[in-house]
């Protein structure tokens, strides 16, 4: 599988019934509150969720994020070191081939790009992932 | 022959059944005390169908030099005392070595300056042709692959925007290369080089357009030797816009990109492959990492921690090379490939020892006419050193130390970085200092030093930062650099603690005091990665200093103290 940028912003958006960015409260909430907010307090179980996102970003401003969660009704992505952790929730239709979606998160600092999926079933699953935000310069 | 079950499970300490396939050269060699001959260093059982050629990290270095191996090269996690992050008598022990035979001496750092002046210089790329001449002779078909940062790092490539070592890799006969520092001679030149000069490809499966994402480069190409299907698949170095300047390359995007190795060897697996070879500028631990994680690669050649390593890492299925930097050394593997698979394998790392190995007459006057025009400069002696001057080692190297102690004289500085470059070559005690020497500590795209002001809390940050590029116990996070080296400030680093906790006491050494966080310090450096740095070339600082004190004589490092290794 070797999807283009093109292709795969064509996949979103076949795909994706509605991709809303969420809310920005007035003040900072913690990555629990928000992960709860989505998953209604159930508890989310590991695994089940790939995410492509680079080990250390090339520009914490704009860093490329790819998921994908076979089966997931709704897909989001949390900044856990962001003052407000969520980025962005997909949905995906009864018609959607697959569940997979990307996009570019802002990054402040070193932190988990933490990712929870709703299946089809009402379950939650979780995965996460550490992007590192660097200085850089020194490589050589 | 080894069959490949066996091989497979062969350690790397385990050497004895290695000797069946050449390796075992090294013990019996090593025995002796005089340097080995031509034919010597040649001589190899041959093994199998297929040839690999693997030469990397040359860092423009056409003539023979002096490379003092680092003292100081710590592993953390999982790889903390194994190889690469093995030294000195350690490694003498681990490989079966003699101290003070040849081996010793292009291997490790122990007692450089003697066996400097017994065994001489290694490299130049017209005796590597030598040798490379000599294995396509023996196995006809044999693939020369070269692991990049090749264009980058002496005043003639500087001043000939690398072109004086692609006519000579041309000259070569390489078959594919990666890239690191080639990048950074600017992303035109690049494409000049790459579209109208180069006659060989320019391979990088990890290198994207940022915009959309799509591959930017060939990533792999296929070849055949002796009717056996061979892939390269090359991977440039992944952090190439963090720890070079991004700004002279905009559209790119690179990355370690797991997914996308994997994807390219079901690829050329599919296409009918039966060896396939991932041509890596990845560093040591992330290729080791890569391999444990990565099915289907038979061979890692790696590259851009410029470690030597006389025998392979084994991981899995996969062998792992190490051939160095600096033109010291060409790796010979030879591969049994039957029945769709490596059954077995043939290794070689081979010094080159310039004072016995017959210069290529071709390469030699390629390489006479490409410095002809700089020789005059070259060989301006600006002084002489009392000490080795060298730079490879985890936290400071007495050519960093020179550098800082010229930025702090020449820019009235408190304090001096240099970044922890692995690149630049030697020059043992007593010895001038010539233009050549100092261009090949400095020569870049980006050299201008900067003077500036920081306050103590982000000087730590800086530290803390380039010590995680470090000591990430995640390869995966590491950017395979060494230490930025200070002058005029000492610390203690705990490398066994995370990112924010490791470094402590940083000292102003001028008045022994503690680095406080909120004082503002006047700090000089070089090798900024931001656009637009100001301030002379680091050549021209290093040269005035050099000028003005006649002979240098910098001292050990005594103010850097690690714990936790």
Request: proline share 6%.
């Given at each position: 599988m070797n999807l283009t940028r093109r292709q795969a912003l064509i996949t979103a958006l076949s795909a994706a019934a509605v991709a809303g960015i969420l809310p920005r409260s007035a003040s900072a909430q913690s990555l629990e509150d928000a992960m709860a907010a989505f998953t209604g307090g159930a508890e989310a179980s590991e695994g089940g969720i790939i995410i492509t996102a680079p080990e250390i970003a090339e520009n914490g401003n704009t860093v490329p994020v790819e998921v994908e969660a076979e089966g997931a009704a709704r897909i989001t992505i949390f900044a856990a070191g962001n003052p407000n952790p969520g980025v962005v929730t997909f949905a995906f239709g009864p018609l959607a081939a697959v569940s997979r979606a990307s996009t570019r998160i802002r990054l402040a600092e070193t932190q988990d790009v933490v990712v929870v999926a709703e299946m089809a079933d009402g379950s939650y699953q979780m995965a996460a992932q550490e992007v590192k935000v660097t200085i850089g310069g020194c490589g050589g | 022959m080894i069959s490949r079950r066996e091989f497979l499970q062969a350690s790397v300490a385990a050497s004895a059944i290695l000797g069946a396939s050449g390796t075992g050269r090294w013990g019996r060699l090593a025995a002796q005390q005089r340097l080995m001959t031509q034919d010597d260093l040649l001589n190899m059982e041959a093994v199998g169908n297929v040839t690999l050629i693997h030469i990397t990290d040359i860092h423009a270095q056409l003539k023979p030099i002096y490379f003092r191996e680092p003292q100081i090269n710590l592993g953390v996690g999982e790889?903390?005392?194994?190889?690469?992050?093995?030294?000195?008598?350690?490694?003498?022990?681990?490989?079966?070595?003699?101290?003070?035979?040849?081996?010793?001496?292009?291997?490790?750092?122990?007692?450089?300056?003697?066996?400097?002046?017994?065994?001489?210089?290694?490299?130049?790329?017209?005796?590597?042709?030598?040798?490379?001449?000599?294995?396509?002779?023996?196995?006809?078909?044999?693939?020369?692959?070269?692991?990049?940062?090749?264009?980058?790092?002496?005043?003639?490539?500087?001043?000939?925007?690398?072109?004086?070592?692609?006519?000579?890799?041309?000259?070569?006969?390489?078959?594919?290369?990666?890239?690191?520092?080639?990048?950074?001679?600017?992303?035109?030149?690049?494409?000049?080089?790459?579209?109208?000069?180069?006659?060989?490809?320019?391979?990088?499966?990890?290198?994207?357009?940022?915009?959309?994402?799509?591959?930017?480069?060939?990533?792999?190409?296929?070849?055949?030797?002796?009717?056996?299907?061979?892939?390269?698949?090359?991977?440039?170095?992944?952090?190439?816009?963090?720890?070079?300047?991004?700004?002279?390359?905009?559209?790119?995007?690179?990355?370690?990109?797991?997914?996308?190795?994997?994807?390219?060897?079901?690829?050329?697996?599919?296409?009918?492959?039966?060896?396939?070879?991932?041509?890596?500028?990845?560093?040591?631990?992330?290729?080791?990492?890569?391999a444990s994680r990565v099915p289907g690669i038979d061979v890692i050649l790696t590259g851009h921690t410029h470690d030597a390593l006389p025998e392979p890492v084994i991981v899995g299925n996969t062998l792992v090379i190490a051939t160095g930097s600096h033109g010291k050394f060409v790796s010979r593997l030879d591969l049994d490939v039957r029945d769709g698979g490596v059954q077995g394998y043939g290794y070689r790392l081979i010094p080159i020892f310039s004072d016995v190995i017959t210069p290529d007459a071709d390469m030699a006057a390629l390489i006479d006419a490409e410095r002809a025009p700089y020789e005059a400069e070259l060989g301006e002696v600006l002084g002489q050193t009392a000490n080795t001057l060298y730079r490879r080692g985890n936290f400071n190297g007495t050519w960093d130390d020179l550098l800082c102690q010229a930025m702090l004289e020449e820019r009235d500085a408190d304090i001096a970085l240099s970044p922890g470059f692995r690149w630049g070559t030697s020059v043992p005690a007593g010895q001038d200092i010539t233009k050549e020497d100092l261009f090949s500590a400095t020569a870049m795209s980006y050299p201008n030093c900067y003077r500036t002001e920081m306050t103590g809390e982000f000087l730590h940050v800086i530290m803390e930062d380039v010590a995680d590029n470090l000591f990430n116990t995640d390869p995966y996070y590491q950017q395979g650099g060494d230490m930025v080296r200070v002058g005029g400030m000492g610390y203690r680093i705990d490398i066994s603690q995370p990112q924010g906790s490791r470094?402590?006491?940083?000292?102003?050494?001028?008045?022994?005091?503690?680095?406080?966080?909120?004082?503002?310090?006047?700090?000089?450096?070089?090798?900024?990665?931001?656009?637009?740095?100001?301030?002379?070339?680091?050549?021209?600082?290093?040269?005035?200093?050099?000028?003005?004190?006649?002979?240098?004589?910098?001292?050990?490092?005594?103010?850097?103290?690690?714990?936790?290794?």
């Open positions: - | 790889v903390n005392g194994l190889p690469p992050h093995v030294t000195g008598a350690d490694f003498l022990d681990l490989y079966n070595i003699q101290p003070g035979s040849p081996e010793a001496y292009a291997l490790t750092y122990g007692d450089f300056e003697a066996l400097a002046a017994q065994y001489g210089r290694l490299g130049g790329l017209d005796r590597a042709a030598t040798v490379i001449n000599h294995i396509r002779s023996e196995r006809p078909g044999a693939l020369l692959l070269d692991g990049g940062d090749t264009w980058q790092g002496s005043l003639t490539a500087l001043r000939t925007n690398g072109g004086d070592m692609v006519r000579a890799m041309n000259a070569l006969g390489v078959d594919a290369m990666t890239s690191h520092w080639e990048f950074t001679l600017g992303i035109d030149r690049v494409t000049e080089i790459v579209e109208n000069e180069l006659t060989f490809p320019f391979l990088g499966a990890n290198i994207f357009d940022s915009m959309w994402d799509e591959p930017a480069y060939e990533p792999y190409r296929m070849f055949e030797q002796n009717g056996v299907n061979i892939a390269v698949i090359g991977q440039a170095f992944p952090y190439m816009p963090i720890a070079n300047p991004g700004w002279m390359f905009p559209d790119l995007s690179f990355g370690i990109r797991e997914a996308r190795v994997a994807e390219m060897v079901e690829e050329v697996r599919g296409a009918g492959a039966e060896v396939v070879v991932l041509l890596s500028h990845n560093g040591f631990d992330v290729d080791r990492k890569l470094i402590s006491d940083m000292t102003l050494l001028r008045t022994g005091e503690l680095i406080d966080p909120a004082t503002t310090y006047t700090v000089a450096g070089w090798a900024s990665v931001n656009e637009g740095t100001e301030g002379p070339p680091i050549w021209e600082v290093a040269e005035a200093y050099i000028r003005r004190m006649g002979t240098v004589d910098i001292p050990p490092n005594q103010s850097v103290i690690v714990t936790g290794g």
